[in-house]
Nanobody, 115 residues
Framework: QVQPEESGGGLVQPGGSLRLSCVVPGSIFTSLRMYWYRQAPGKDRELITS???????NVYDPVRGRFSVSRDNAKNTVYLQMSSLKPEDTAVYYC?????????WGKGTLVNVSA
């Protein structure tokens, strides 16, 4: 299988919005449960969302109510919509999936929330 590829990160002001994308080429994409994680400087990586192949998503604390997850299976893409961003949301954001007892991580995309 292939490594996911994230994009869409950048510098955004507090209170702003940003949408990240994660692409996984291949026909198995529709069967994959996809995850978004993030890792802030000096902190452990944390799980923030998951979404089934059918599009049933879950959003976890501390981003619940501000972030949402969706997918477009026709484009092999998962999205992370981030709103009301705070400086503490500054992190590298990763997507991943599990396939046949192996976990595939992307290289991540940096989100910097700063005035």
């Amino acid at each position: 299988q292939v490594q996911p590829e994230e994009s869409g990160g950048g510098l955004v002001q507090p209170g702003g919005s940003l949408r990240l994308s994660c692409v996984v080429p291949g026909s198995i994409f529709t069967s994959l449960r996809m995850y978004w994680y993030r890792q802030a400087p000096g902190k452990d990586r944390e799980l923030i969302t998951s979404i089934s192949g059918a599009g049933d998503g879950n959003v976890y604390d501390p981003v619940r109510g501000r972030f949402s997850v969706s997918r477009d299976n026709a484009k092999n893409t998962v999205y992370l919509q981030m709103s009301s961003l705070k400086p503490e949301d500054t992190a590298v954001y990763y997507c991943n999936y599990d396939w046949r007892d192996k976990t595939y991580w992307g290289k991540g995309t940096l989100v910097n929330v700063s005035a």
